[in-house]
């Protein structure tokens, strides 16, 4: 049996597609405890383009996993958001994003 490696590097404009893919299906498990009627944000080409830009920001860190040349999972760190304009008290950060595709 040969064994993969997990390896990571940083996400950039290019993987937006990648990580809407990831968004997708991580929001489709929230079914499981959501209030009835709740929907999943869409990830069209106009949402999939904010994301690119979004992940094209210099204040924006986000960390793609990567495995057997799959992505795995994505973690995203920014000084402020859309829903949180304001950036935080010094010394924090919002964690945008921390998905991880299920085994």
């Known amino acids: 049996m040969v ?3 997990l390896q990571s590097r940083r996400a950039n404009p290019d993987d937006a597609g990648l990580i809407a893919s990831i968004l997708k299906e991580g929001f489709s498990t929230y079914r499981s405890w959501v209030p009835p009627g709740w929907e999943s944000p869409s990830f069209g080409v106009d949402e999939v383009a904010e994301l690119g830009g979004v992940l094209a920001r210099d204040d ?3 960390l ?3 495995l057997d040349a799959g992505a795995v999972g ?3 760190l920014a000084p ?3 829903e949180e304009p304001t950036p935080p008290p010094i010394d924090t950060t919002y964690l945008l ?3 991880v595709r299920p085994a």
Do not use: N, Y
């Open 74 to 76: 994505h973690v995203a």
């Open 3 to 5: 064994e993969s490696a």
């Open 64 to 66: 793609l996993a990567v």
């Open 60 to 62: 924006v860190w986000c």
């Open 97 to 99: 994003q921390l998905f």
């Open 80 to 82: 402020f958001t859309r």
